[in-house]
């Protein structure tokens, strides 16, 4: 095979090259071994640029009959090329998906060169354009089809497409020559193509070509090629068919005639002589009969590539489980950069992914590994926040109109910065959740002996960024968690054993109740188990009075003593330690119970206490705590061998507690808590109830012995059956189902010992209902739940009274909750939607005498507004029996305060929505109190309550009356009379409100929906007042007029 090419020195075609500027010979012993030659030849020349070569089609021609045969004329050519005979052998598909990428890549290209030529002529980019960097919508049409993807950009290099049902992702490395390489899947092609007037012409691994034309309108006659227009053919307003010329243009010496696609009337709209390019409009038609144009319909379903790449476009978990944590990393690091996560993720958003890399660590297959992974990450996002943040931090204070001025990079990396900035309130979401996840996983739980120093240089870093421009709340999240860690775990214990050497037992109960951040950590509970096995008697007595102390911290705790009764001590004699006092739940003072704990050397100990046991002498013994100090450590590498240590000691245990049973009941004994210490991570707390048979309470497993009656499980368990999902020392995340199996609720409950004063009220509990969210986000990921859909309720107990309070302050407090719960739902309401968050309450105590207890609630279904109650404490238990209401004085009992809110039931019909694609009706007064609460909040600093009042109305005979149905609605519209306060009508404004209840017979409309929308509308005109219709529905329903129905005739095929 040999050819010669008209091509210049610089590679490209000379100026004096015509039409036919290569030409390609080959030769053999045959025909036959010719041609195969000249096809192999053909197929391995790649010709790119903007002249068009027939090079893929010859290879396609030299395979027919007549060629092989050599019967080959110029007539039988022009046949061919007529009747389309040859056709290129691709998937259509995959050619569309190409051609898609390609455009995608072309747009963003020319849109990223449009500002960076603005920012080089100091012109900051629009919000807007910076949005067709991140996400826009791609069209293309082939075969009478449109199809149009919506493109996000979840990297530099890489796009999510979504058509239909199918996201499809692809990767891209653009060459020096301007080609793509483009992977989707195990699928990698390149691809090269140009935009021309009418289509987009694209060439797959230079063997495939395939254009996309333009979407045109039919009555558009366009000019197909470059030229002048000689004349029309047809006068103005004359009449044309289908196939007539209608115009003549000069190109390259030859007059060439265009035709009309379909009949009109036709308009000119140039003169004789003008020069027209490809693409310019030469006429407009006045369609004869518009019904006989071929309509391009749009496409739909799922998009099948050649090779497997899609997925369905549904945001799904399993596909987070299925990513390798460097993924997620990746995901995240995009995502601050500016850029959109995955659509199928979008639903999670970023704090999603985050639980999900705190969910990983938790389900890992080695704690250590777990825990690594998940710092390793946090690190890891940091930089990228920082690497982001870094200059346009610099600039805040004066110099934020300076942006490109300051700047002493190339437009490229300010462009880069600039786009990660737009991104900044998720990007904030995002490393507020690493910072809480991180403090409440680990340093709070003690788990992590010193954060990495890469990771503290990252830290100190962000709590140097200045207090404005939104960097607050990182910054305060920063400096906690360097307050917490500021000394390796090595260090803390050693400062523990050098405090209790020096104190004398009169200290203790301070050092015990001290609410100081850095003393929280010298003194927590799994830090002061790890003293209990030290060789000094002293630090061993003096460590288990603080554990006992912090472990009823809230109670009234008094007469702690160490026992070293003879007969006690000597028939205990696998015993190291015994201890006694008196306690009183927070709240009460008359009655006092009694508590003992035991300490035993290890778990070799057990058989001994069985044989003999002597309980201090005391006329009943409530609850019991057997403390072992060292139990045999395993390999925290080997999560398999960790937890048949860890079932293998339960089951001991709890063999020694059926024991001794008998003992048990003799003492009243109600309660027996078990702390496993270990010798390499934090220990293990176990449960054994008298009521449960002396069993272990699996619910209760790991929370400290207090925390249980502290957030109310017992009551919750009355209930519900509830299933434990994540529980950590002050935190427990449960799964429940009523008793009627009805009602599906995650309940995130905890306590706190951190003292709040009136100034700090707010903003701690702002801080504590954003981690529950953490926490909900996270348990929402777990097997348990797939495939369920349960509301969710956070319950929060605030034991250290609040300073300074009295029974005058119970309606501030009140206040001050309902302004926090309007701050997240300002803040976070897409997030409370999303997390089907149907209550929320936070128990306090008011410093009275003795101590009151306050119960904040708000509920979904009540518009978010708080209410508070006193409570009436059982005079033993310290458990509340009744409720008051601060403002109504009404009281009710605690059966009707743990009633499930509206909302809670609601959660099944919102899931139908949601399926259906639309937002469930009874959603839209809360949606409105969210908006406004933002347009509040940033038109002045106090936000008026009762923003929203929705009376809803409903169709009784024949007339609107105001009735609340609560979603128990059997008709498919809903109508509210509405009294909106917005800053521009403080005094508030009304509307009638109408929306189609998609859950209700699918929102069609039938003869009681049309009736209520006419009353309705009725209303609003009477009033003189807007009426604002949310419509979604399936249309009408003629079933619903009986008349009908023997008018009608159908005929079911199916």
Not at 34 to 56: C, Y
Not at 723 to 734: C, N, Q, T, Y
Not at 864 to 888: C, M, R, Y
Not at 935 to 941: G, N
């Amino acid at each position: 095979v040999w050819g010669y090419f008209s091509i210049g020195a610089n590679g490209g075609i000379h100026e004096f090259a015509d039409s036919q500027f290569g030409h390609v010979f080959a030769s053999g012993p045959t025909r036959e071994h010719a041609r195969k030659a000249l096809q192999i030849a053909l197929k391995n020349i790649s010709v790119v640029g903007e002249i068009r070569n027939p090079t893929e089609y010859l290879v396609e021609l030299a395979e027919t009959e007549e060629f092989k045969n050599n019967s080959i004329d110029t007539a039988w050519l022009d046949k061919l090329i007529a009747e389309k005979t040859i056709k290129m052998k691709c998937n259509a598909n995959d050619m569309i998906f190409y051609a898609a990428c390609l455009r995608a890549h072309l747009q963003v290209k020319e849109q990223q060169r449009k500002i960076l030529d603005g920012i080089k002529k100091g012109h900051m980019p629009l919000q807007n354009s910076l949005k067709i960097l991140q996400s826009f919508q791609v069209e293309l049409a082939h075969d009478f089809t449109k199809y149009n993807f919506h493109v996000s950009r979840t990297a530099q290099d890489a796009f999510a497409l979504t058509i239909g049902e199918t996201m499809l992702e692809a990767r891209f490395r653009e060459q020096p020559d301007g080609s793509l390489y483009v992977k989707c899947g195990d699928a990698v092609a390149q691809i090269s193509g140009v935009e021309e007037p009418l289509c987009l012409r694209l060439r797959v691994d230079g063997q495939a070509t395939m254009t996309f034309p333009r979407i045109r309108d039919p009555s558009e006659l366009r000019s197909d090629f470059n030229g002048k227009l000689v004349r029309y053919l047809h006068a103005d307003g004359a009449d044309i068919k289908e196939g007539e010329p209608f115009a003549e243009l000069e190109a390259m010496k030859m007059i060439m005639s265009l035709r009309a696609g379909v009949s009109g009337k036709v308009h000119h709209t140039l003169g004789a002589g003008a020069i027209v390019a490809a693409g310019d409009l030469l006429a407009t038609l006045d369609l004869a009969d518009p019904s006989k144009v071929q309509t391009v319909k749009p496409f739909s379903g799922a998009f099948q590539l050649s090779k497997k790449g899609g997925r369905n476009a549904e945001a799904k978990k399993e596909v987070l489980d299925s990513l390798p944590s460097p993924t997620k990393d990746g995901m995240l690091s995009a995502v601050l950069c500016g850029f959109c996560a995955s659509p199928e993720l979008s639903k999670l958003g970023g704090v999603g992914i985050v639980q999900h890399i705190f969910k990983s660590h938790e389900d890992g297959a080695a704690e250590d590994q777990g825990m690594e992974v998940a710092l390793d990450a946090t690190c890891k996002l940091l930089g990228v926040f920082l690497e982001n943040e870094r200059f346009v931090a610099s600039l805040v204070g004066g110099d934020e109109t300076q942006t490109i001025q300051r700047f002493q990079g190339p437009p490229e990396e300010l462009l880069s910065k600039i786009l990660a900035h737009t991104a900044l309130k998720e990007s904030l979401h995002i490393v507020s959740s690493l910072l809480r996840s991180l403090s409440s996983n680990f340093a709070l739980e003690g788990a992590i002996s010193a954060l990495p120093m890469d990771l503290v240089a990252k830290l100190t870093e962000l709590r140097a960024l200045p207090d404005a421009g939104g960097y607050g709340q990182v910054k305060l999240l920063a400096q906690q968690l360097l307050t917490q860690m500021n000394k390796p775990l090595g260090m803390r214990r050693e400062d523990l054993r050098d405090t209790l050497l020096k104190s004398t037992r009169k200290d203790l109960l301070a050092l015990a109740n001290s609410h100081d951040a850095e003393r929280r950590m010298y003194f927590g509970l799994d830090l002061i188990s790890s003293l209990f096995s030290d060789e000094d008697q002293s630090v061993r007595s003096k460590a288990v009075e603080v554990y006992i102390l912090r472990t009823y911290r809230g109670y009234t705790v008094q007469d702690v003593e160490t026992v070293d009764a003879k007969d006690v001590v000597d028939k205990t004699p696998a015993a190291q330690l015994h201890l006694t006092w008196t306690f009183a739940p927070p709240g009460v003072q008359q009655k006092t119970q009694k508590g003992y704990a035991i300490v035993l050397p290890d778990m070799s100990a057990y058989e001994s206490l069985v044989e003999s046991w002597k309980i201090p002498a005391a006329p009943e013994i409530t609850e019991i705590h057997i403390l072992v100090a060292k139990v045999p450590s395993t390999s925290r590498k080997n999560s398999d061998e960790s937890r048949v240590a860890l079932c293998s000691a339960v089951s001991r245990t709890a063999e020694v507690i059926s024991a001794t049973a008998p003992l048990l009941d003799a003492k009243g004994c109600i309660a027996v808590n078990v702390l496993l210490t270990h010798a390499d991570h934090v220990p293990s707390y176990l449960h054994f109830h008298r009521a449960s048979g002396w069993k272990e309470i699996p619910e209760y497993r790991n929370m400290r012995s207090t925390l249980p009656s502290l957030i109310e499980l017992p009551q919750i368990q009355t209930e519900f059956t509830v299933s434990p999902l994540e529980h950590g020392r002050i935190f427990a995340m449960d799964f429940g189902v009523s008793k009627d199996k009805k009602t599906e609720v995650v309940f995130a409950r905890g306590a706190s010992h951190v003292v709040m004063g009136l100034d700090t009220f707010a903003s701690s509990i702002s801080s504590s209902l954003l981690t529950s969210c953490d926490f909900i986000e996270r348990a929402m990921l777990d097997p348990v739940l797939e495939n369920r859909h349960p509301a969710a309720q956070i319950f929060l107990h605030s034991l250290p009274p609040i300073p300074d309070t009295t029974q005058r302050d119970f309606k501030y407090l009140q206040v001050l909750f309902g302004s926090a719960v309007q701050q997240l739902m300002a803040e976070s309401g897409s997030r409370v939607l999303k997390l089907r968050i149907a209550k929320i309450e936070v128990k306090v105590w008011v410093a009275t005498s003795p101590p009151t207890a306050l119960r904040l609630m708000a509920e979904s279904s009540m518009g978010w507004e708080a209410v508070a109650f006193q409570e009436t404490l059982d005079t033993l238990t310290g458990s509340p029996i009744s409720f008051k209401n601060v403002e109504t004085q009404e009281e009710c009992s605690g059966v009707e305060m743990l009633r499930q809110p509206v909302e809670t039931q609601r959660s099944s019909k919102r899931t139908i929505a949601r399926r259906a694609g639309s937002t469930y009706i009874y959603d839209f007064p809360a949606l409105l109190r969210i908006s406004l609460t933002k347009l509040w909040m940033k038109s002045c600093d106090k936000v008026p309550v009762k923003l929203v009042v929705a009376r809803e109305l409903v169709l009784q005979a024949g007339e609107l009356v105001e009735q609340e149905q609560l979603g128990n609605n059997r008709v498919g519209m809903v109508v509210w009379q509405c009294t909106l306060r917005t800053p521009e009508y403080p005094e508030g404004r009304e509307i009638i409100l109408i929306g189609n209840d998609v859950t209700v017979k699918a929102g069609s409309f039938g003869v009681e929906e049309s009736d209520v929308f006419h009353k309705a509308s009725e209303l609003a005109r009477k009033k003189g007042i807007p009426r604002v219709y949310i419509a979604c529905n399936s249309g009408a329903r003629i079933g619903g007029v009986e008349e009908l129905k023997s008018v009608v005739q159908v005929e079911w095929v199916d």
